[in-house]
């Protein structure tokens, strides 16, 4: 049994661009994860905390056997296998943030993980990369990326050469 799951990939600190080609190899490398689809990577200026520098963003479509949960946690590892370090600062620089954003089309709502992850729709560094990759794809309870996306402002986020 496997299931499709779309991931958000993210950085602001360092060569983030050679950080998120390496954070994917690493996840197509590990049992239970097989990467289907990778987005472009796209410059967004900062949301949340803004005095920070821009980010790189991307998005991956995975084919996975493990528990969403069991993802989680794989997400959570390689996050720190890549120098991510959280110290409490809530929206503050990081070297690699990997965000479960969809997990087949379940929806999951504990105190560990909320999936779809809440925000996506908001958000055009998160859409961008999507539509790349799953344009026509209807996010539990949320509607479809490309129709998401054109609800949107995205000045300001573009590809990377
Ligand atoms: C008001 C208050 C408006 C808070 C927005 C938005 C907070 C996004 C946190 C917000 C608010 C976030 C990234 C980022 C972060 C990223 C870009 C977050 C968590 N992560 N900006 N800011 N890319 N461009 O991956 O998403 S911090
Ligand atoms: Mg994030
Ligand atoms: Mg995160």
Same mark, same amino acid.
């Given at each position: $049994?496997?299931?499709?799951?779309?991931? @958000?990939?993210?950085?602001?600190? @360092?060569?983030?661009?050679?950080?998120?080609?390496?954070?994917?190899?690493?996840?197509?490398?590990?049992?239970?994860?097989?990467?289907? =689809?990778?987005?472009?990577?796209?410059?967004?200026?900062?949301?949340?905390?803004? =005095?920070?520098?821009?980010?790189?963003?991307?998005?991956? =479509? /995975?084919?996975?056997?493990?528990?969403?949960?069991?993802?989680?946690?794989?997400?959570?590892?390689?996050?720190?296998?890549?120098?991510?370090?959280?110290?409490?600062?809530?929206?503050?620089?990081?070297?690699?943030?990997?965000? %479960? %954003?969809?997990?087949?089309?379940?929806? /999951?709502?504990?105190?560990?993980?909320?999936?779809?992850?809440?925000?996506?729709?908001?958000?055009?560094?998160?859409?961008?990369?999507?539509? *790349?990759?799953?344009? *026509?794809?209807? %996010?539990?309870? $949320? @509607?479809?990326?490309?129709?998401?996306?054109?609800?949107?402002?995205?000045?300001?986020?573009?590809?990377?050469?």
């Amino acid at each position: $049994m496997s299931v499709r799951a779309l991931i @958000g990939l993210g950085g602001n600190l @360092g060569d983030v661009r050679e950080r998120l080609d390496a954070a994917i190899a690493a996840l197509d490398a590990l049992p239970g994860i097989a990467v289907l =689809a990778r987005s472009r990577l796209y410059r967004t200026p900062p949301w949340g905390q803004t =005095a920070q520098p821009d980010f790189v963003n991307g998005a991956i =479509a /995975i084919e996975t056997t493990l528990p969403a949960r069991d993802l989680l946690e794989a997400l959570l590892a390689t996050e720190r296998a890549f120098g991510r370090i959280r110290d409490g600062e809530r929206w503050g620089p990081r070297t690699l943030d990997l965000d %479960l %954003l969809t997990y087949g089309d379940e929806l /999951i709502d504990d105190e560990r993980l909320t999936v779809p992850h809440p925000r996506i729709a908001e958000r055009a560094f998160v859409l961008l990369p999507l539509a *790349d990759i799953a344009a *026509d794809a209807v %996010l539990p309870g $949320m @509607g479809r990326v490309r129709d998401l996306l054109g609800a949107i402002d995205t000045h300001g986020c573009t590809p990377l050469s």
